[in-house]
């Protein structure tokens, strides 16, 4: 569970000493550091603080600290002698390159994370579209489908370097939420698998289309999971209506029928309709996806949803048996021990929000709580460039503070997307 930092004491520049967890109060690109709240790990750390002229606005945490402020001797007291002048102008340089680094950096960040934004919007009106009116005009939506589709897995196999992203909140609620959820990382996983072109464009069509039927079931039974018996069988007859709509477009091949048709079945043969041992690796990546996303985001209101480290967990010891080992092990290794959407505390005692994998499965990309800025201008932290800070556990979002909540805004419902280097 978080602890709150406690009190924050202010200090006067010339009281630094390493040890100390320290808050600037100031804006984040008004100096160098990767986060305004930060342990100073090193004499080079407390030089650069003094030279930011920050007398007034530096604060420290005695609570987080693990030193004592020095005494106050004010800096003005003590001006730099000539001879330090060569110091101190290699000093404000190696700031002002630092500083420029870090928001050179933050440009590059933000703008993969607007290009998968902006291709979530298009993607996702697109997909609304389809899903919304595949019953009454099957063969155009299946159009809108297959063009999608075929882009999506053009990208994603001709890019070397594919990048998952956590996007912001999203208000609206549709189909589209999940289906693109299930497309996104049914897309990786694939890729990750060594799917060809076509096999990838196969697997996105039935990752849209998967749950179509459900506007054939009554939407009050998917609102609850206790059902009845024979509610439960009206419910699982999505599968043949969803496969049934999507045949009836003329757009999806044998193979992404196949799929669609499948995608509650299970490696062991305890998944359904037809409790079939599935071997096919379309339906095995679909099926698998399809349970991450509804463990995270369950459509029935008196479901607990899962946090994504507990869904992983979840699926790996109570469920690997109706799994494809390899392909569950691409799923756990494609998000990381703390998969986007976890909120984190670092062991410097800031708290994060998980935006994206890193490279490392246990050091992601986070958002790191700043809440003297807005949340859009806050820095994004990627720990496997920071050696000196590490995820210290994940934190069930129910246990922080209102305002802290607010600021992170950890979602019930998350949403996925993409982004590749142009």
């Given at each position: 569970?978080?602890?709150?930092?406690?009190?924050?004491?202010?200090?006067?520049?010339?009281?630094?000493?390493?040890?100390?967890?320290?808050?600037?109060?100031?804006?984040?690109?008004?100096?160098?550091?990767?986060?305004?709240?930060?342990?100073?790990?090193?004499?080079?750390?407390?030089?650069?603080?003094?030279?930011?002229?920050?007398?007034?606005?530096?604060?420290?945490?005695?609570?987080?600290?693990?030193?004592?402020?020095?005494?106050?001797?004010?800096?003005?007291?003590?001006?730099?002698?000539?001879?330090?002048?060569?110091?101190?102008?290699?000093?404000?340089?190696?700031?002002?390159?630092?500083?420029?680094?870090?928001?050179?950096?933050?440009?590059?960040?933000?703008?993969?994370?607007?290009?998968?934004?902006?291709?979530?919007?298009?993607?996702?009106?697109?997909?609304?579209?389809?899903?919304?009116?595949?019953?009454?005009?099957?063969?155009?939506?299946?159009?809108?489908?297959?063009?999608?589709?075929?882009?999506?897995?053009?990208?994603?196999?001709?890019?070397?370097?594919?990048?998952?992203?956590?996007?912001?909140?999203?208000?609206?609620?549709?189909?589209?939420?999940?289906?693109?959820?299930?497309?996104?990382?049914?897309?990786?996983?694939?890729?990750?698998?060594?799917?060809?072109?076509?096999?990838?464009?196969?697997?996105?069509?039935?990752?849209?289309?998967?749950?179509?039927?459900?506007?054939?079931?009554?939407?009050?039974?998917?609102?609850?999971?206790?059902?009845?018996?024979?509610?439960?069988?009206?419910?699982?007859?999505?599968?043949?209506?969803?496969?049934?709509?999507?045949?009836?477009?003329?757009?999806?091949?044998?193979?992404?029928?196949?799929?669609?048709?499948?995608?509650?079945?299970?490696?062991?043969?305890?998944?359904?309709?037809?409790?079939?041992?599935?071997?096919?690796?379309?339906?095995?990546?679909?099926?698998?996806?399809?349970?991450?996303?509804?463990l995270c985001s369950p459509e029935a209101r008196d479901v607990e949803p899962l946090m994504p480290a507990e869904a992983l967990a979840h699926m790996f010891k109570n469920e690997s048996g109706q799994h494809d080992p390899a392909l569950l092990s691409s799923l756990i290794k494609l998000l990381g021990v703390y998969p986007p959407g976890t909120v984190v505390q670092l062991t410097d005692g800031a708290l994060a929000l998980v935006v994206a994998p890193?490279?490392?499965?246990?050091?992601?990309?986070?958002?790191?709580?700043?809440?003297?800025?807005?949340?859009?201008?806050?820095?994004?932290?990627?720990?496997?460039?920071?050696?000196?800070?590490?995820?210290?556990?994940?934190?069930?979002?129910?246990?922080?503070?209102?305002?802290?909540?607010?600021?992170?805004?950890?979602?019930?419902?998350?949403?996925?997307?993409?982004?590749?280097?142009?």
């Amino acid at each position: 569970m978080w602890k709150n930092p406690g009190i924050a004491v202010a200090i006067d520049p010339s009281q630094l000493t390493v040890g100390l967890y320290v808050w600037l109060d100031m804006r984040w690109d008004e100096h160098p550091f990767i986060a305004n709240r930060f342990m100073v790990r090193t004499a080079k750390d407390v030089a650069v603080i003094q030279s930011l002229g920050i007398e007034g606005h530096l604060y420290h945490h005695p609570d987080r600290s693990t030193s004592q402020p020095l005494p106050l001797v004010p800096m003005a007291a003590h001006p730099p002698e000539p001879e330090h002048a060569d110091g101190q102008a290699a000093l404000a340089a190696e700031v002002r390159q630092r500083d420029q680094a870090k928001k050179e950096k933050r440009q590059r960040q933000r703008d993969a994370a607007a290009r998968a934004d902006r291709a979530w919007e298009d993607a996702a009106r697109q997909t609304r579209e389809a899903l919304l009116t595949l019953t009454r005009s099957p063969k155009a939506a299946g159009r809108i489908l297959a063009d999608l589709s075929g882009e999506t897995a053009a990208r994603i196999a001709q890019s070397q370097e594919v990048l998952l992203h956590l996007l912001g909140d999203k208000k609206d609620q549709g189909p589209q939420f999940h289906a693109l959820n299930v497309l996104t990382l049914c897309m990786l996983v694939g890729k990750k698998a060594g799917l060809a072109e076509r096999e990838l464009a196969d697997l996105a069509m039935a990752a849209l289309a998967h749950d179509v039927g459900k506007s054939k079931v009554p939407p009050q039974l998917f609102k609850t999971a206790r059902r009845k018996r024979h509610e439960e069988e009206f419910v699982r007859q999505h599968v043949m209506y969803s496969t049934q709509l999507a045949s009836d477009s003329g757009a999806f091949s044998k193979e992404a029928l196949a799929c669609i048709a499948s995608h509650h079945e299970a490696a062991d043969g305890s998944g359904w309709p037809r409790g079939q041992r599935e071997t096919q690796r379309l339906a095995l990546i679909l099926a698998l996806v399809n349970r991450y996303d509804n463990l995270c985001s369950p459509e029935a209101r008196d479901v607990e949803p899962l946090m994504p480290a507990e869904a992983l967990a979840h699926m790996f010891k109570n469920e690997s048996g109706q799994h494809d080992p390899a392909l569950l092990s691409s799923l756990i290794k494609l998000l990381g021990v703390y998969p986007p959407g976890t909120v984190v505390q670092l062991t410097d005692g800031a708290l994060a929000l998980v935006v994206a994998p890193g490279p490392e499965a246990l050091r992601p990309q986070v958002l790191v709580y700043t809440p003297e800025i807005p949340k859009d201008e806050a820095p994004l932290v990627e720990l496997h460039t920071e050696p000196d800070i590490r995820v210290a556990e994940a934190i069930r979002p129910s246990t922080l503070p209102a305002e802290v909540l607010d600021w992170l805004n950890p979602q019930q419902r998350l949403s996925y997307f993409y982004s590749v280097e142009d």
